[in-house]
Structure formats: structure tokens, C-alpha cells
Nanobody, 122 residues
Framework: VQLVESGGGLVQPGGSLRLSCVVC????????IGWFRHAPGKEREGVSC????????YYSDSVKGRFTISRDHGNNMVFLQMNSLEPEDTAVYYC????????????????WGQGTQVTVSS
């Protein structure tokens, strides 16, 4: 199983980025996907998750209303649209996957990508 994130970069406050995660080795139709972020000196945080069965979603309070998770079953991909970015969103962003239902706890996910850096700065 391999997950590959892309789409990170440097953006000014108030800007937008769209992260992509390609999943190889399993069908995302049967797996939940989570986006997590890890900033220096902070614990890894669950940002957004999506279920496989009913597409129900989770957003942390810090990103609710600004970030949107979605999935493309045909291409085995998951996306995280990030709008109104703030300096506090600066972190390495990871996608991860687990069977069945999502969890906002990073330690529940067995499969991880390598991460993509998001930097929000003027």
C-alpha cells in the first residue's frame, strides 16, 4: 500500500491550496481516509476524514468551514481543499488510510503517505 500526497507549497494568508492523495494498492471505496498535519513542537492533529461507506466527514474545529475533503473513486484519490489559510495552518500534511470507518486519532491508521509541506506566510 502506498499513499502519495502533492499540492503543498507556500501561500499567503487568506490564500488557498488543494492537496491531493493518490492511493495505490487498495481501493479507497472500502477504506476511510484521513488528513493529518504535524507542525514543529505540536502533536500530530487530525484535520479531516471521510468514510468509505457513506462519505460522512469529520473536520477539526480549527479548519471547519475553511477546508473541504472529497474523494474521486475512479482515480483512487482523495483531496483536501484548503481556503482562507492562516499562518497557524503551517505544517506537514499527511494522508492516511484505514479499513471501514474514520478516526480522528492518527494512531488508528496503519498506512501513511510521506507528507507535503504547507507554509502560510506573507
Amino acid at each position: 500500500v502506498q499513499l502519495v500526497e502533492s499540492g503543498g507549497g507556500l501561500v499567503q494568508p487568506g490564500g488557498s491550496l488543494r492537496l491531493s492523495c493518490v492511493v495505490c494498492g487498495l481501493r479507497v471505496d472500502f477504506y476511510a481516509i484521513g488528513w493529518f498535519r504535524h507542525a514543529p513542537g505540536k502533536e500530530r492533529e487530525g484535520v479531516s476524514c471521510i468514510n468509505s461507506s457513506d462519505n460522512s466527514t469529520y473536520y477539526s474545529d480549527s479548519v471547519k468551514g475553511r477546508f473541504t475533503i472529497s474523494r474521486d473513486h475512479g482515480n483512487n484519490m482523495v483531496f483536501l481543499q484548503m481556503n482562507s489559510l492562516e499562518p497557524e495552518d503551517t505544517a506537514v500534511y499527511y494522508c492516511a488510510t484505514k479499513k471501514d470507518y474514520y478516526s480522528e486519532k492518527y494512531y488508528d491508521y496503519p498506512y501513511w503517505g510521506q507528507g507535503t509541506q504547507v507554509t502560510v506566510s506573507s
